[in-house]
C-alpha cells in the first residue's frame, strides 16, 4: 500500500474556529510532512517529524500546530487563521533511515483545500 | 544553498511528439535530484531521482532523466507524448545544509496537444 489519505478533503473555517486536518500511512515510513501549497507555485515546506518527533519547524505561526501522535498518523490543528492561509495543505511521507531525509522520495496525499473566510 | 531551476514556465508538445521538461540545478558536493508530478486537483507524485549511477535515469509512466554533470541539467523526457502527461511538473534537490531538506523547483506546465 503506497497510498497516503488526508481527510477531510475540502475545509472552509472562519477566522474564529479551531480545526484539524488528518493524514494517515501504513507504509511503514518514519519521516512525516506538512506542505503548503498556492496554486500554480511549489509546496512550501511548514514541517518535518522524524521518529513521531519534530525536527523541522521552517518557522511556521504559532496558529498553525502539529501533532503526531504514532508513526501512521499526523495531525494539522489549525486555529485563527487568516484567509491568507487558505491554500492547499499537502501531507507526505517518506523513509528515514540513517536520519537521511533528503535521499529517499516523498509519498504525498492527495490534499485538503482550505478556504479561511 | 542548494536550488534547482526550471527555466520554462510552460511547454506545448503535440501527442507523440517527444517532450523535454528542463532543469538545471547549482549543489555544492554530490547533487540527489527528483522529478515529481502533479495533476490537477491532486498531490504530486514522484517519477524518478538520481543519486548515483547511470546518468540515464528511467522513472515512471515511461519517463526518464539525463543527468549531466558537465552541464548541471537534469532534463526530464518521454519519446512520445500523451495528452494525459498534461500536468505540473516539479525538478528538487536533496539540500544538505539545510536540514536535509527537499528543495523544489517553480515548477513547469506541460500541455500535450491532442
Known amino acids: 500500500d503506497t497510498e497516503v489519505t488526508q481527510t477531510p478533503k475540502h475545509l472552509v473555517m472562519g477566522m474564529t474556529n479551531k480545526k484539524s486536518l488528518k493524514c494517515e500511512q501504513h507504509?511503514?515510513?518514519?519521516?512525516m510532512y506538512w506542505y503548503k501549497q498556492k496554486a500554480k507555485k511549489p509546496p512550501e515546506l511548514m514541517f518535518v517529524?522524524?521518529?513521531?518527533?519534530?525536527?523541522i519547524n521552517e518557522s511556521v505561526p504559532s496558529r498553525f500546530s502539529p501533532e503526531c501522535p504514532n508513526s501512521s498518523l499526523l495531525n494539522l490543528h489549525l486555529h485563527a487563521l487568516q484567509p491568507e492561509d487558505s491554500a492547499l495543505y499537502l501531507c507526505?511521507?517518506?523513509?528515514?533511515?540513517?536520519?537521511?531525509?533528503?535521499?529517499?522520495?516523498?509519498?504525498f496525499g492527495p490534499g485538503t483545500r482550505l478556504t479561511v473566510t | 544553498a542548494q536550488s534547482v531551476a526550471q527555466p520554462e514556465d510552460q511547454v506545448n508538445v503535440a501527442e507523440g511528439n517527444p517532450l523535454t521538461v528542463k532543469c538545471t540545478y547549482s549543489?555544492?558536493?554530490?547533487?540527489?535530484l527528483f522529478w515529481y508530478v502533479q495533476y490537477p486537483n491532486r498531490g504530486l507524485q514522484f517519477l524518478l531521482k538520481?543519486?548515483?549511477?547511470?546518468?540515464l535515469v528511467k522513472g515512471s509512466y515511461g519517463f526518464e532523466a539525463e543527468f549531466n554533470k558537465s552541464q548541471t541539467s537534469f532534463h526530464l523526457k518521454k519519446p512520445s507524448a500523451l495528452v494525459s502527461d498534461s500536468a505540473l511538473y516539479f525538478c528538487?534537490?536533496?539540500?544538505?545544509?539545510?536540514?536535509?531538506?527537499?528543495?523544489f523547483g517553480k515548477g513547469t506546465r506541460l500541455h500535450i496537444l491532442p
Open positions: 507526505a511521507s517518506s523513509q528515514d533511515v540513517g536520519l537521511a531525509l533528503g535521499l529517499y522520495e516523498q509519498y
Open positions: 507504509m511503514g515510513h518514519r519521516a
Open positions: 517529524y522524524s521518529y513521531e518527533k519534530l525536527s
Open positions: 549543489v555544492s558536493g554530490n547533487p540527489y
Open positions: 538520481y543519486i548515483t549511477g547511470d546518468n
Open positions: 528538487a534537490v536533496r539540500d544538505l545544509n539545510r536540514d536535509d531538506k527537499i528543495i
